[in-house]
């Protein structure tokens, strides 16, 4: 059977991820120091994970409402006034989803169709231009560079739109140049979401993780709450990957079609995470603020590692990498992987894998201990023969 002529065009189109292929490449693998994949090394905190257990043993195992449980929609509500001033009615303006990803797929098919065009600052996390890609969408790359320090342009910006613009993707913090968006650019994004009436998809799953001062939501500068999606989750900020929760919030009209989608594609998101995260929302600011701090002074331990090896590295303001430049290796970001992998044992991933722009770096993450740091620094000063 040819399966090929099975496979939708769409699908067909889309290249595996520039991250799994070097997952590949470490299995099997001894002695390796992963700096390559995006997730805490901390476990769950305790009361949270007890929280979990406690909703198994009383028995909730059932299917909760479709939107999730409005205990949650209401913890979701009651923290996004709290940390970003937001105000989202919980019976309409919040779904729960599974993972902050279920809840980006679920904006773009919602609202793109094809021929829209969707802006998209790069480097940035891998799924926003696939999702788009199966909507039909035309992903409109705005790159942005270590010489800006990562920062979207407002000018660039304003270059890319055309009459089919509908959606602009903000992944800031961002995935993996730590760049964050603030100030006076936040505000002349806004100003030009608004002028061109675009639909602005904010990630702000890494707003907790944000090391020098505190994270701005677009939404709450003036008119934007009513033309912005809010992706946020609980899998950086409280260590909670495998629980598979996340939350979209944003208008009623679009959160309504949002939450449709959900309803048959998934129904609910887990039950136990979503008692885990009530928990994780009204006492977990603690735990955020202890490993915030962790990942800060490792933070500052890898990259004046990487700059003192001549790998150029932006001081990252948020999440949890650091994308230095390799081009003082003569290498290029894929082959500077394979080798610093196959040579030292230490796994980082080619910037190239985070859309063109980000070819010349590679992203490592500083979710690890500061003794794994601290030897793959080691290991990349003899890779480079330092
Ligand atoms: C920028 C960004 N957004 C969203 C996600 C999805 O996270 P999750 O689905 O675990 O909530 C990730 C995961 O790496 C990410 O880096």
Redesign the pocket.
Known sequence: MDYQNYISGRVRGIKPSGIRKFFDLLDGRDNVISLGI?EPDFVTPWHIRDAGIRSLERGYTHYTPNAGTMELRRAINHYMERRFSLSYHPEEEIVVTV???EA?DLAIRALIETGDEVLLPEPA?VCYSPIGQLTGAKVVSIPTSAETGFELSPEALEAAITPRSKLLVL?FPN?PTGAVLEGETLARVAEIAKKHDLIVLS?E??AELTYEGEHVSIASLPGMKERTIVVG?F?KSYAM?GWRL?YACGPKEILKVMTLIHQYAIMSAPTTAQYAAVEALEHGDEDIEVMREEYNERRLLLVEGLNRLGLTCVPPKGAFYAFPSIKSSGLSSEEFCEKLLLEQGVAVIPGGAFGAPGEGHVRCCYASSKEDLTEALRRIEVMLGK
């Open positions: 995006g993972g902050g990803s980006i996390f992944p995935n990630d799953i890494y989750g899998s990957t996340g």
